[in-house]
Antibody, heavy 121, light 108 residues
Framework: QVTLKESGPALVKPTQTLTLTCTFS??????????VSWIRQAPGKALEWLAR???????FYNPSLTTRLTISKDTSRNQVVLTMTNMDPVDTATYYC?????????????WGQGTLVTVSS | SSELTQDPTVSVALGQTVRITCQGD??????ATWYQQKPGQAPVLVIY???NRPSGIPDRFSASRSGNTASLTITGAQAEDEADYYC???????????FGGGTKVTVL
């Protein structure tokens, strides 16, 4: 059974760095073709892809956020960590991690429940 | 352009058929994937690849593509199909991912 769960602070101040952890089970990021992505959704808004990390440690970022994002993995602990620097109130959103597969395009077959992050002083 | 465009809202009478579209240049090369999201819940994968449904997704959901437009069709819409639907695909570079703006489906 595949599960993912996001964890991190519910509230961060502007300019601070956000660190989110995705802890998963039911698959391994050391398995060829496995990937994990982060996706966020501001209140009432659409989904927005943030970053993806692959089994071979390849990393890909949303071009509009690439300077602020870092994604990493700890295969032994089944965790993926996303850091986002210089947080702003517009970054207030629910942040999801999702297992990522590939069939001509990338898709997300299992999602975490999401964690709401509010950016406010 | 490097974006995916969806109609914001669409309505359908109970038991009727509704088509949700997603437009974007990258769809000429890559399939769209579709997700259903109900209020307060994480998105659920509905269609992936050319026209594959994950286990548990009813066969009233189907997908198609023509040119730069991908479509999700619900044949015989049910009350529980009322939700937001998002498409996603790769961007033209192939390395990054795009999401559409979402379509809110109302079942009347």
């Amino acid at each position: 059974q595949v599960t993912l769960k996001e964890s991190g602070p519910a509230l961060v101040k502007p300019t601070q760095t956000l660190t989110l952890t995705c802890t998963f089970s039911g698959f391994s990021l050391s398995t060829t073709t496995m990937r994990v992505s982060w996706i966020r959704q501001a209140p009432g808004k659409a989904l927005e892809w943030l970053a993806r990390i692959e089994w071979d440690d390849a990393k890909f970022y949303n071009p509009s956020l690439t300077t602020r994002l870092t994604i990493s993995k700890d295969t032994s602990r089944n965790q993926v960590v996303l850091t986002m620097t210089n947080m702003d109130p517009v970054d207030t959103a629910t942040y999801y991690c999702a297992r990522t597969l590939y069939s001509n395009t990338y898709y997300y077959d299992y999602w975490g429940q999401g964690t709401l992050v509010t950016v406010s002083s | 352009s490097s974006e995916l465009t969806q109609d914001p809202t669409v309505s359908v009478a109970l038991g009727q058929t509704v088509r949700i579209t997603c437009q974007g240049d990258s769809l000429r090369d890559y399939y769209a994937t579709w997700y259903q999201q109900k209020p307060g819940q994480a998105p659920v994968l509905v269609i992936y690849g050319r026209h594959n449904r994950p286990s548990g997704i009813p066969d009233r959901f189907s997908a198609s593509r023509s040119g730069n437009t991908a479509s999700l069709t619900i044949t015989g819409a049910q009350a529980e199909d009322e939700a937001d639907y998002y498409c996603n695909s790769r961007d033209i570079s192939g390395s990054h991912v795009l999401f559409g703006g979402g379509t809110k489906v109302t079942v009347l």
